[in-house]
């Protein structure tokens, strides 16, 4: 299945399931804004991901999801992903 044009947001992306999650979706052409709470993690697979996908695939969002207000406000920012690559 082709995603390709698509944006996706993944949160707990940086590790784990959520990390497989993006790397399924960058393969399907998809756009990813990975969102974490771990800064740290958040860089390293960022750092990882632009090395696999190219740079201009992903961004990486420390947020912590719990807090409403900004995860809402870093939703239009990760939105903005696709017009930032067109």
Known sequence: MSLMGRVALVTGGAQGIGRAVVEAL???GAKVSVVDVNQSCGDVCKSELDAE????NCAFIQCDVTDGDALRGERSRACGLQHLHE
């Open 53 to 56: 996908f190219g740079g201009d």
């Open 26 to 28: 960058l393969r399907s």
